[in-house]
């Protein structure tokens, strides 16, 4: 989801163990603002909402041969909800069904190709959990102005009043840690050490903290 702390949690996690970090980039992205900002008529011209979401394919596909490179890696997204914003994007019409299954060839195109490294998919999955409107207060507070207009809530709802289905329903690739953010704020250090101390031991119950395993991907997310 967006907004609800991923960069935080993940350079939290990355510095507990030691690991390398990939964080989405959002700067010069300039299909990310005229996604939020175009028009109906210019959505529909210049299909912004596709071009968007095989960008962020494109780019999750290449951190994640990044991550395979070090021993241990965090990245604050993951490849697999990038179906989810493309699901969610044409549920509303700004991509067409035809996109879609292009989208979805694409991405098990790459999934087949990540059969041959050592790692397909995260050891452990993040979800960071937050009510709606404490989404929406730090997507304020963060202040990039294209995120900032009104008529972008309904997309922010619709994201996510299903994110948590598809987390629970539909992925089934790793274990997943659920984190409340509403309960556990994580700029104070005792939440930020709960964290911790929980994705250690998600890991150890995967018997992933043993030294001789392959490497640990943590993927935080939501």
């Not at 939290?12 to 990310?32: M, Q, T």
């Not at 699901?87 to 879609?100: A, K, M, P, W, Y």
Request: aromatic share 12%; charged share 30%; glycine share 2%.
């Amino acid at each position: 989801m967006i907004g609800v702390g991923k960069t935080l949690a993940a350079n939290l996690i990355a510095d507990h163990l030691d690991a390398s970090l990939h964080l989405e980039s959002v700067e010069g992205n300039v299909i990310l603002e005229k996604f939020y900002t175009a028009t109906p008529e210019e959505e529909q011209a210049k299909r912004y909402p596709f071009l968007l979401q095989l960008a962020f394919l494109n780019s999750r596909f290449s951190d994640i041969k990044r991550a395979l490179e070090s021993r241990h890696a965090v990245l604050d997204r993951s490849i697999y909800e990038d179906w989810y914003f493309a699901r969610v994007n044409t549920d509303l019409g700004r991509i067409s069904e035809l996109e879609f299954s292009l989208y979805e060839n694409l991405l098990a195109n790459m999934m087949e190709e990540l059969e041959f490294f050592p790692k397909k998919a995260p050891d452990l999955f993040v979800f960071l959990h937050a009510d709606f409107d404490t989404i929406i207060n730090r997507i304020s507070r963060r202040g990039r102005d294209f995120e900032q207009d009104a008529s972008q809530l309904a997309y922010f709802r619709r994201l996510w009043e299903g994110y948590r289905d598809w987390v629970e329903n539909r992925y089934h690739e790793s274990p997943v840690l659920v984190f409340d953010t509403d309960r556990y704020d994580l700029s104070d250090p005792e939440s930020q050490r709960l964290l911790l101390k929980l994705v250690d031991q998600k890991l150890a119950e995967s018997a992933l903290a043993d030294a001789e395993c392959p490497v640990p991907t943590v993927v935080a997310a939501r």
